[in-house]
């Protein structure tokens, strides 16, 4: 059975840092591409962004409103995916959700996000 | 303003076919394949319809999608008290080189 668990959410101040983790199971971590999509209280979900897997370069793509502030990374060892957030601002509050797959690249645009996990609350406030 | 266009809500009575719509452009809808999730009060997303018109396994298949040139849908046929639920659309999006969601559509049962 397929298992995300995120962790590493909570209350963080403007400007701060934060790092989430999405621990996987029940699947080959390694074969597949990892993404994060965030959900706003009381708000539709938005993309956050996607890591590849190594096979295909370990390569990521993020939303514009996070880019140069998230980064995404991967311990293929642990079968943990990361997601760094620096320079938070109150519009990052969200429930950060860890899925699977959701990889896009030049040749290969069959990527969708299959699985999901529970979701993070992650709150920016002063 | 989400970039994929849907109603906020829609509704029906047990047993009807509902249609939920969602509007794109030839950057997305028009050239990428479009998704169906389906999200329970206080729930995760969940995946119900995958590359247009496939269901996963598990999936009922009063569930169906179709896509047609920048537009899709998402049918529900034997309308149940617990497909109420938020219903989103999402697809990639070629100029924005990112994923991009439907503002979602709040699917009630009356």
């Known amino acids: 059975e397929v298992q995300l668990v995120e962790s590493g959410g909570g209350l963080v101040q403007p400007g701060r840092s934060l790092r989430l983790s999405c621990t996987a199971s029940g699947f080959n971590f390694a074969d597949y591409a990892m993404s994060w999509v965030r959900q706003a209280p009381e708000k539709g979900l938005e993309w956050v962004g996607f890591?590849?897997?190594?096979?295909?370069?370990?390569?990521?793509e993020y939303a514009a409103s996070v880019r140069g502030r998230f980064t995404l990374s991967r311990d293929d060892s642990k079968s943990i995916a990361y997601l760094q957030m620096s320079s938070l601002k109150t519009e990052d509050t969200a429930v950060y959700y860890c899925?699977?797959?959701?990889?896009?690249?030049?040749?290969?645009?069959?990527?969708?996000?299959?699985?999901w996990g529970q979701g993070t609350l992650v709150t920016v406030s002063s | 303003q989400s970039v994929l266009t849907q109603p906020p809500s829609a509704s029906g009575t047990p047993g009807q076919r509902v249609t939920i719509s969602c509007s794109g452009s030839?950057?997305?809808?028009?050239?990428?394949?479009i998704y169906w999730y389906q999200q329970l009060p206080g729930k995760a997303p969940k995946l119900l319809i995958y590359r247009n018109y496939q269901r996963p396994s598990g999936v009922p298949d009063r569930f169906s999608g179709s896509k047609s040139g920048t537009s899709a849908s998402l049918a529900i046929s034997g309308l149940r008290s617990e497909d109420e639920a938020d219903y989103y659309c999402a697809g990639w999006d070629d100029s924005l080189s990112g994923w991009v969601f439907g503002g979602g559509t709040k699917l009630t049962v009356l």
């Open positions: 899925t699977r797959g959701g990889g896009i690249w030049s040749g290969y645009r069959a990527g969708y996000f299959d699985y």
């Open positions: 030839s950057s997305n809808i028009g050239s990428n394949y």
């Open positions: 890591i590849t897997s190594k096979a295909y370069g370990g390569t990521t």
